[in-house]
């Protein structure tokens, strides 16, 4: 089943004097239970690739069908339900907030998709231990380390069981062994099922997933495979 494919993908930037062709025509797609990742250089078109994808951003031209919706034909008013209900997020920068506590914070999605509290506690119960985030909960997150917020970060993210998640730069601010360590987790958790799509500029993250496409100039200039199938090279 693919669950993400982008079809010629264009994105132009129009200011007063310039326009920039962030995407030139960007095509893949990715298959459920897949670890893929897309790096490149600042500047080559990740952010905005990465935008599009999220839905909040609209490309200039091309299709993105996700997990068989054609996202440019969802009403503008149904694309932040399906976001939610589709996609998953991690970010550099955590994205947690200081105002609650990190129980709190892991709840929050099912909270704005009025899931029931005794889901919400059967779903943490569920990964607490795998991410390793069970005598946290009840403290803040300018309580833990970079490490830890991220592992909060990532139950908050997986707790809705997202068609798709979504990691931007998810080490860009942590220290080598942490960053280690999460990217161990992104591929836990992928080997236990969930499809990820990781955005980086480093080698060392971008490696951690079985598929990796190198993005330059807006454009997909190379593509590896490292699977037991070899035959996909
Ligand atoms: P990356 O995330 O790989 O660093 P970006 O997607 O941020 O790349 O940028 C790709 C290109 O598009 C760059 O040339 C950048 O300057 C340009 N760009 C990105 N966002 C905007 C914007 N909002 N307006 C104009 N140009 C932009
Ligand atoms: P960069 O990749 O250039 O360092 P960020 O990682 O801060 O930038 O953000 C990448 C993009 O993700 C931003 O353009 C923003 O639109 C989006 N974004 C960041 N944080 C959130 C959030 N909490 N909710 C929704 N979108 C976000």
Not at 135 to 164: C, F, H, M, N, W
Request: proline share 2%; hydrophobic share 40%.
């Amino acid at each position: 089943m693919t669950i993400l494919e982008c079809k010629n993908i264009k994105k132009l930037y129009k200011t007063k004097n310039v326009t920039t062709e962030a995407l030139k025509g960007v095509n893949f797609s990715v298959e459920e239970g897949e670890f893929i990742s897309i790096m490149g250089e600042s500047g080559a078109g990740k952010t905005t690739l990465l935008n599009i994808i999220a839905t909040l951003d609209k490309a200039t031209s091309g299709t993105l069908m996700l997990n068989g919706n054609d996202i440019g034909k969802l009403k503008t008013s149904d694309i932040s339900m399906f976001r939610r209900k589709e996609l998953g997020f991690v970010f550099q920068d955590f994205n947690l907030l200081d105002q609650f506590n990190n129980r709190e914070n892991i709840y929050l999605p099912l909270v704005l998709s009025d899931e029931n509290r005794d889901l919400m506690k059967e779903r943490l119960d569920e990964i607490q231990d795998r991410l390793g985030i069970r005598e946290i909960l009840d403290k803040y997150p300018y309580e833990i380390s970079g490490g830890q917020k991220q592992r909060v970060a990532i139950a908050r993210a997986i707790i809705t069981r997202p068609t798709l998640l979504l990691a931007d730069e998810p080490t860009g601010a942590l220290d080598s062994t942490s960053s280690e360590m999460i990217l161990n987790l992104f591929q836990k958790i992928n080997e236990e099922g969930q499809t990820v799509l990781l955005v980086t500029h480093s080698l060392r993250a971008a490696a951690c997933a079985k598929r990796v496409l190198f993005i330059r100039d807006g454009v997909v200039f190379h593509e590896i495979y490292r699977g037991e199938d070899e035959s996909r090279n």
